[in-house]
Structures are given as structure tokens and as C-alpha cells.
């Protein structure tokens, strides 16, 4: 009985998302520094050469990161604000369950410690985070806020550190997702947790009739 020859096939080799995933996942476990990019390409599973047919050096795949795996989130999310029909309250909220599912439920959840852990190192790559991240989503909390404050929802003293107090909980649960997290006893619950900051936000801390 004659077996069928098994022809040998190449692996078609990865799109660069793929490999700026793999370049992110060890970027965060091992530090910048001690990522080399034929690990990066080990990773994503292709040759050693292939991110090089992408990307010219390790400083760019880590601004790619930001700019093709993070950045094409915010239209969607201002979209979103345009379109809206319902309350701030609820758009709030919106926000930040659309912010949680494609960031925090995401490998892009890892940015935030990646940012802190070196920062330092590159200010260039923290500057691009910084102006075309943090700055446009800060301005679009911003317009969900000043919805509210128009309509008559909101009351706030303070917008512009207003934004940086509710950003905190979302950026801390990422964060602790790839740090103290790995170690405690029982892993957050994100609709919980969102639930319970948005509450805390809106309702605040002062005796309630329910």
C-alpha cells in the first residue's frame, strides 16, 4: 500500500500585526531592552528577517505598536460620541465599556506598564503615546463631560483634572492585569469593577434613599 507523499508547505509568512503583537507581548515580560528583534520574530513565528521587510529598527516596532495596533481605536470611539442619542450618563458608561473592550480586554492592555517601564528610555516613543493617545482621548472624555454639564447631568468644578480622575481606574486595572494581578488569589472582575467605578463616579459616596 503506497502512503501518500506529504509535500512540505511554507508557513505564509505573518502580517505585520502580528508582528507588532508578538513584539508587544515580549516587550512587556522581558523589558525593551532585553527584546531583540529575532525574538520578536520567533515570536510571531516567521523568519528572522521578516519584521526588517516591515519595520527598519526596534524603535520603530515599538512606535508601530502605538501607531497601527492603538491609535486606529479613536475614530471608532468618536464615532460613537457623534452618533449618540441618550444621556451623558449613559454615554459615559459607554465609553468606558468600549475602552475596556478594546484596550483592557486586549494585549493593548500592557501599554500602560510598558509606557511607565520606559518612558525614561525613550522619550520620543512616550511623546507619540502622549500626543496621539492620551491627548485625544482626554478630549474625548472631555466632550462626553461637557454634554453632561450642558444638559444639566454633570456637576463639575474642575474638567481638566476631572479627566485625569476618571481615566485612573481604567489605566490601574490594566496595570494590575500585568502585575499584582498574576499573584493574587482572585483576578478582577472587569464589568464589576466598572460597574462599581462608574457608581462611585456619578452616584458618589454620600448616603443614598436606595
Given amino acids: 500500500?503506497?502512503?501518500?507523499?506529504?509535500?512540505?508547505?511554507?508557513?505564509?509568512e505573518a502580517r505585520p500585526e502580528e508582528i507588532l503583537l508578538a513584539a508587544l507581548a515580549l516587550f512587556v515580560e522581558k523589558g525593551y531592552a532585553a527584546t531583540k528583534i529575532e525574538d520578536i520574530a520567533r515570536a510571531a513565528g516567521v523568519t528572522r528577517g521578516t519584521p526588517y521587510l516591515y519595520f527598519a529598527n526596534k524603535e520603530e516596532i515599538?512606535?508601530?505598536?502605538?501607531?497601527e495596533l492603538l491609535l486606529p481605536k479613536l475614530p471608532l470611539a468618536g464615532e460613537m460620541v457623534d452618533l449618540w442619542q441618550g444621556s451623558a450618563r449613559d454615554l459615559?458608561?459607554?465609553?468606558?465599556f468600549t475602552w475596556w473592550e478594546v484596550m483592557g480586554?486586549?494585549?493593548l492592555s500592557a501599554l500602560p506598564k510598558l509606557m511607565i517601564a520606559e518612558a525614561g528610555n525613550f522619550p520620543d516613543v512616550l511623546k507619540l503615546y502622549h500626543d496621539e493617545f492620551i491627548v485625544p482621548g482626554d478630549?474625548?472624555?472631555?466632550?462626553?463631560l461637557e454634554l453632561?454639564?450642558?444638559?444639566?447631568?454633570?456637576?463639575?468644578?474642575d474638567i481638566d483634572y476631572a479627566l485625569h480622575i476618571l481615566s485612573a481606574p481604567i489605566v490601574m486595572a490594566m496595570l494590575w492585569q500585568h502585575s499584582v494581578c498574576r499573584c493574587a488569589p482572585e483576578p478582577i472582575e472587569p464589568g464589576r469593577y466598572l460597574?462599581?467605578?462608574l457608581d462611585i463616579l456619578l452616584?458618589?459616596?454620600l448616603l443614598r434613599d436606595n
Avoid at 500500500?1 to 505564509?12: F, Q
Avoid at 453632561?148 to 468644578?157: C, D, H, L, Q, S
Fill in 92 to 96: 459615559l458608561r459607554q465609553v468606558f
Fill in 203 to 205: 452616584n458618589g459616596l
Fill in 139 to 144: 478630549a474625548l472624555i472631555r466632550r462626553v
Fill in 105 to 107: 480586554a486586549t494585549q
Fill in 148 to 157: 453632561g454639564v450642558r444638559r444639566g447631568e454633570f456637576v463639575i468644578k
Fill in 1 to 12: 500500500m503506497n502512503c501518500p507523499i506529504k509535500r512540505w508547505t511554507r508557513r505564509k
Fill in 195 to 197: 460597574d462599581t467605578t
Fill in 62 to 67: 515599538f512606535k508601530a505598536v502605538i501607531r
